[in-house]
């Protein structure tokens, strides 16, 4: 299996602009994650899905912010309208039903709002 | 609830030392628990894993033990290398498979 599969690898936007990142999981894991991680904040869950259903969005920052998983190998997250506080690399990982291998996770998407 | 409590960084060590990152944790029943490494760059990649009491974990030179008596998982390694340099993340898999990751602990190794 190729990982967990993230794109784009880099991002620069201009303020206002909508992003959308992309995530495709493992085949056969159950979970997604999307989390988000800064130097100020350290690593943050922003939301995750079991079998492509939202289960808890509780750590989205704002209502620019949303994510969605049409499909058990495919998500997006979307931001609209950026700003410069998104700035930060997110990750994608997914993980099988039960939890006890652990997660895998992505490589990351590095986005800058400017 | 569920938590994993790491020891503050950044730690600096000479190239050979002897590494111990510290890690407690507090859950209801009986968590797995996992290290995680995060080289410059990438993503976080699973080091290594223990999924009862006294289970030891092992991979590249990496050992962390599951002390149930102790609520800790602390990493070991007893000769690190400039490679090494990385963050380290203590994590558990509690209540419901939640995952609760630690803040992340850097190494840096100089030669």
């Known amino acids: ?114 | 609830g569920d938590s994993v409590t790491q020891m503050e960084g950044p730690v600096t060590l000479s190239e050979e030392a002897f590494l111990t990152i510290n890690c407690t944790y507090t859950a209801t029943g009986y968590p797995s628990l996992f290290w995680y490494v995060q080289y410059p760059g990438e993503g976080l990649q699973l080091l290594l894993k223990a999924t009862k009491a006294d289970d030891k974990g092992s991979n590249k030179g990496f050992e962390a033990t599951y002390r149930k008596e102790t609520t800790s998982f602390h990493l070991e390694k007893g000769s690190v290398q400039v490679s090494d340099s990385a963050v380290y993340f203590c994590a558990l898999s509690g209540t419901g498979n939640q995952f609760y990751f630690g803040t992340g602990t850097s190494l840096t190794v100089i030669p």
Request: proline share 6%.
């Open chain 1, 1 to 114: 299996d190729a990982g967990v599969i993230q794109s784009p690898r880099h991002e620069v936007t201009e303020m206002g602009q909508e992003v959308t990142l992309r995530c495709k999981p493992i085949s056969g894991h159950d979970y997604l994650f999307w989390y988000r991680q800064t130097m100020m904040r350290g690593l943050e869950l922003l939301i995750y899905f079991n079998n492509n259903v939202p289960i808890d969005d509780s750590g989205m920052p704002e209502d620019r912010f949303s994510a969605k998983m049409p499909n058990a190998s495919f998500s997006t997250l979307k931001i609209q309208p950026s700003e410069p506080r998104d700035s930060a690399v997110y990750f994608c990982a997914s993980r099988e039903q039960g939890g006890a291998m652990g997660y895998t996770f992505g490589s990351g998407t590095r986005l800058t709002v400017v």
